[in-house]
């Protein structure tokens, strides 16, 4: 049975940061890509940051632009988003997914976590 666990939201003040952990089971992170998606209110989902299986390749959505890193602990089958100087338009329900293609297109992971909330505000 596979399952995505999401831990360390919670609520901070603008220029902070978080480190998010996604802890995997049923599934090998040598085989299986890992992404970060998030959703705000009203809004659609979208591709935060994504890890490839096979050589550990990161790619980040356009709105990134440096703020956070994507990272990988294969011993402990974890994925870790580190968010840093948040803003508040970072707000919102933060999900880990997890398929055999690295791609910020969540209309293609086949496996969810049930997520995380991040507040941002002051």
């Known amino acids: 049975q596979v399952q995505l666990a999401e831990s360390g939201g919670g609520l901070v003040q603008p220029g902070e940061s978080l480190i998010l952990s996604c802890t995997v089971s049923?599934?090998?992170?040598?085989?299986?890509?890992i992404a970060w998606f998030r959703q705000a209110p009203g809004k659609d989902r979208e591709g935060v940051a994504v890890?490839?299986?096979?050589?550990?390749?990161?790619y980040y959505g356009d709105f990134v632009m440096g703020r956070f890193t994507i990272s990988r602990d294969t011993a402990k089958n974890t994925v870790y988003l580190h968010l840093n100087t948040l803003e508040p338009e970072d707000t919102g329900v933060y999900y880990c997914?997890?398929?055999?293609?690295?791609?910020?297109?969540?209309?293609?992971?086949?496996?969810w976590g049930q997520g995380t909330q991040v507040t941002v505000s002051s």
């Open positions: 890890i490839s299986a096979s050589d550990g390749n990161k």
């Open positions: 049923g599934l090998s992170l040598d085989r299986y890509a």
């Open positions: 997914a997890a398929d055999l293609v690295a791609t910020l297109f969540f209309t293609a992971y086949e496996y």
